[in-house]
Nanobody
Framework: VQLVESGGGLVQPGGSLRLSCAAS????????MSWYRQAPGKERERVAG????????GYADSVVGRFTISRDNAKNTVYLQMNNLKPEDTAVYYC???????????WGQGTQVTVSS
Protein backbone atom coordinates (compact mmCIF):
# COMPACT_ATOMS: atom_id res chain seq x y z
CA VAL A 1 0.00 0.00 0.00
CA GLN A 2 1.24 3.47 -0.87
CA LEU A 3 -0.11 6.93 -0.22
CA VAL A 4 1.89 9.58 -2.04
CA GLU A 5 1.27 13.26 -1.33
CA SER A 6 2.18 16.08 -3.67
CA GLY A 7 1.46 19.75 -4.18
CA GLY A 8 3.15 21.30 -1.18
CA GLY A 9 5.46 24.27 -1.38
CA LEU A 10 6.08 27.86 -0.37
CA VAL A 11 3.21 30.31 -0.69
CA GLN A 12 2.55 33.84 0.51
CA PRO A 13 -0.16 34.58 3.09
CA GLY A 14 -3.53 34.73 1.38
CA GLY A 15 -2.41 32.36 -1.32
CA SER A 16 -3.69 28.91 -2.31
CA LEU A 17 -2.34 25.42 -2.73
CA ARG A 18 -3.92 22.14 -3.78
CA LEU A 19 -2.55 18.99 -2.22
CA SER A 20 -3.06 15.58 -3.81
CA CYS A 21 -2.70 12.11 -2.35
CA ALA A 22 -2.51 9.23 -4.79
CA ALA A 23 -3.29 5.80 -3.33
CA SER A 24 -2.28 2.41 -4.64
CA UNK A 25 -2.47 -1.16 -3.41
CA UNK A 26 -5.75 -0.75 -1.57
CA UNK A 27 -9.47 -0.67 -2.31
CA UNK A 28 -9.53 3.11 -2.24
CA UNK A 29 -13.30 3.50 -2.49
CA UNK A 30 -13.68 1.61 0.81
CA UNK A 31 -11.43 3.91 2.80
CA UNK A 32 -12.21 6.99 4.84
CA MET A 33 -9.52 9.47 3.88
CA SER A 34 -8.15 12.32 5.95
CA TRP A 35 -5.54 15.02 5.88
CA TYR A 36 -3.46 15.67 8.98
CA ARG A 37 -0.76 18.20 9.62
CA GLN A 38 2.11 18.57 12.04
CA ALA A 39 3.91 21.80 12.74
CA PRO A 40 7.34 21.89 14.45
CA GLY A 41 6.99 21.27 18.16
CA LYS A 42 3.28 20.49 17.91
CA GLU A 43 1.20 17.34 17.87
CA ARG A 44 -0.21 16.00 14.65
CA GLU A 45 -3.77 17.24 14.13
CA ARG A 46 -6.54 16.14 11.83
CA VAL A 47 -7.38 18.89 9.36
CA ALA A 48 -10.11 17.34 7.22
CA GLY A 49 -11.80 14.02 6.52
CA UNK A 50 -14.06 12.55 3.88
CA UNK A 51 -16.17 9.39 3.85
CA UNK A 52 -15.52 6.56 1.44
CA UNK A 53 -18.10 7.70 -1.12
CA UNK A 54 -17.35 11.36 -0.55
CA UNK A 55 -20.76 12.25 0.76
CA UNK A 56 -19.70 13.60 4.13
CA UNK A 57 -16.79 15.84 5.03
CA GLY A 58 -15.48 17.30 8.25
CA TYR A 59 -12.98 19.99 9.14
CA ALA A 60 -10.97 21.31 12.03
CA ASP A 61 -12.32 24.64 13.28
CA SER A 62 -9.12 26.38 12.27
CA VAL A 63 -9.64 25.64 8.55
CA VAL A 64 -13.42 25.82 8.13
CA GLY A 65 -14.31 28.02 5.19
CA ARG A 66 -10.75 27.97 3.82
CA PHE A 67 -9.97 24.30 3.12
CA THR A 68 -11.96 21.83 1.05
CA ILE A 69 -11.38 18.08 0.95
CA SER A 70 -12.55 16.04 -2.04
CA ARG A 71 -11.86 12.70 -3.65
CA ASP A 72 -11.98 11.02 -7.02
CA ASN A 73 -12.46 7.29 -6.49
CA ALA A 74 -11.91 6.62 -10.19
CA LYS A 75 -8.42 8.09 -9.84
CA ASN A 76 -7.73 6.74 -6.33
CA THR A 77 -6.89 10.27 -5.25
CA VAL A 78 -7.90 12.58 -2.43
CA TYR A 79 -7.37 16.33 -2.58
CA LEU A 80 -7.09 19.23 -0.18
CA GLN A 81 -7.77 22.66 -1.64
CA MET A 82 -6.32 25.27 0.68
CA ASN A 83 -7.30 28.91 0.21
CA ASN A 84 -6.49 32.08 2.14
CA LEU A 85 -3.48 30.41 3.67
CA LYS A 86 -2.04 31.79 6.89
CA PRO A 87 1.44 31.47 8.42
CA GLU A 88 -0.05 29.21 11.10
CA ASP A 89 -0.97 26.71 8.36
CA THR A 90 2.74 26.00 7.93
CA ALA A 91 3.27 22.30 8.60
CA VAL A 92 3.97 18.94 7.05
CA TYR A 93 0.69 17.64 5.65
CA TYR A 94 -0.02 13.91 5.71
CA CYS A 95 -2.57 11.78 3.95
CA UNK A 96 -4.27 9.06 6.01
CA UNK A 97 -6.54 6.19 5.07
CA UNK A 98 -8.68 3.99 7.32
CA UNK A 99 -10.86 1.17 5.94
CA UNK A 100 -14.57 1.30 6.67
CA UNK A 101 -14.46 -2.29 7.95
CA UNK A 102 -11.27 -2.15 10.05
CA UNK A 103 -9.21 -0.13 12.46
CA UNK A 104 -5.76 -0.12 10.88
CA UNK A 105 -4.52 2.89 9.00
CA UNK A 106 -2.06 3.92 6.33
CA TRP A 107 -0.01 7.10 6.14
CA GLY A 108 1.75 8.96 3.39
CA GLN A 109 5.25 10.37 3.74
CA GLY A 110 4.06 13.96 4.03
CA THR A 111 4.46 17.13 2.00
CA GLN A 112 5.75 20.43 3.37
CA VAL A 113 3.56 23.52 3.22
CA THR A 114 5.19 26.81 4.16
CA VAL A 115 3.21 30.04 4.30
CA SER A 116 5.49 33.03 4.50
CA SER A 117 6.06 36.43 2.94
Amino acid sequence: VQLVESGGGLVQPGGSLRLSCAASGLRFSSYVMSWYRQAPGKERERVAGITSAGGVTGYADSVVGRFTISRDNAKNTVYLQMNNLKPEDTAVYYCNGVPTWGTWEYWGQGTQVTVSS
